[in-house]
């Protein structure tokens, strides 16, 4: 693996651990920030893949049409990037933090995080 695509994945790596510690931590909001930055960087490494540099956006679904892989995704997959492209932005700012965060049951962070960690096996099979 070229030092680029490492880069990028070992990024994703430590942000799907910071995922893990939200979570244990009861700060769900955080959880959904740091998937979307899991998915986020896994991308962008499939993105260096071919000596491309990943452009500076966070949309998910963008990045992984730029990875050609978009159309490999199975619906459940495209749906993962359609939830956690919101967690970005609403996480940032505090008018759509709190009514964010209110939906952000433990639960709902479990699966998010259990989806995530799916994907995030699957782009690395990508690479």
């Known amino acids: 693996m070229n030092s680029k695509i490492q880069y990028w994945m070992d990024l994703a790596e430590y942000d799907i651990e910071t995922a893990k510690a939200m979570l244990q931590t009861s700060r769900y909001l955080y959880v959904g920030f740091m998937c979307h930055q899991t998915i986020e960087k896994a991308l962008k490494a499939v993105i260096s893949k071919n000596d ?12 992984a049409q730029l990875a ?14 359609d939830t956690l492209d919101p ?22 962070c479990k699966a998010i995080l259990e989806e995530t960690e799916d994907l995030l ?7």
């Open 52 to 63: 491309v540099l990943p452009p500076k956006t966070h949309g998910l679904m963008k990045l």
């Open 87 to 108: 967690l970005n932005v609403a996480a940032r700012y505090p008018e759509q933090k709190d009514k964010l965060a209110a939906t952000l049951t433990q639960d709902r």
């Open 121 to 127: 096996c699957w782009i690395k099979k990508q690479l």
């Open 68 to 81: 050609d892989i978009y159309e490999l995704m199975n619906e459940s997959q495209k749906d993962l990037l």
